[in-house]
């Protein structure tokens, strides 16, 4: 019996995670790395969290699953936060807690489009986006920024764009660290 693979993977390799599992094998061999590879947090977890992991753990009571959006309590408290830093009404019932970025990128994606959809990504961006439409069966459409427009696309960009169904901004950009300009996210 021959099985069939995917067209979903047919994708170009996250350059970073190359890079990383390059380092590890280095690392294995004894080999002092010093790792830029990928962005990840330089602070440990709080010692608040630490102590009630430690206190979970130590009960040796099984660990349930979550409601499937994530913890209540913790949305709520994210609704909360919004609320009072930025005077945004976001209901917790439209936060959805994920395992990381790519799983939220991916819920977002599959709840706002269809397969053969055009996604507008800026370039420079953050290359898993390329990756994760590409593997939903979306079209990455691109768009070429500069240092003078701070690595951002412009609204004037966008609508030359003509037939997309969406597109992807953030901001900051990553790997840019670009921020847009108040105007001009106004006018997009």
């Known amino acids: 019996m021959t099985f069939k693979s995917s ?6 390799p996250f350059f970073a995670m190359e890079m990383l599992r390059e380092a590890n094998e280095l690392e294995k061999d004894g080999r002092n790395i010093i790792h830029l590879e990928v962005g990840e947090p330089s602070a440990g977890a709080p010692s608040a969290v630490i ?3 430690k206190k979970i753990l130590e009960e040796k009571k099984p660990i349930p699953y ?17 609320q009072s830093s930025s005077n945004l009404s976001i209901p917790s019932k439209n936060i959805i807690i ?7 990128f991916v819920l977002s994606l599959l709840s706002a489009f269809d397969v053969g959809d055009k996604v507008a990504i ?6 898993a986006y390329r990756n994760i439409l590409i593997s939903l069966g979306l079209k990455p459409v691109e768009i070429i920024t500069n240092k003078n427009q701070k690595y951002q696309p412009t609204s004037t960009q966008i609508k030359k764009l003509g ?7 953030a901001s900051p950009s990553n790997p840019t660290g670009s921020i847009f300009d108040e105007k001009e996210l106004y006018e997009i």
Do not use: C, K, V
């Not at 067209?7 to 170009?12: D, G």
């Not at 979550?66 to 919004?82: M, P, Q, V």
């Not at 800026?122 to 290359?127: A, D, E, F, K, N």
């Open 66 to 82: 979550t409601d499937a959006l994530g913890i209540h309590t913790l949305r709520e408290r994210i609704s909360d936060y919004y």
């Open 98 to 104: 994920t395992t990381g970025t790519s799983a939220g």
């Open 7 to 12: 067209n979903r993977s047919n994708i170009q």
């Open 122 to 127: 800026s370039i420079p961006g953050y290359p």
């Open 163 to 169: 037939n997309i169904n969406g597109i992807i901004l």
């Open 51 to 53: 102590n009630q992991a």
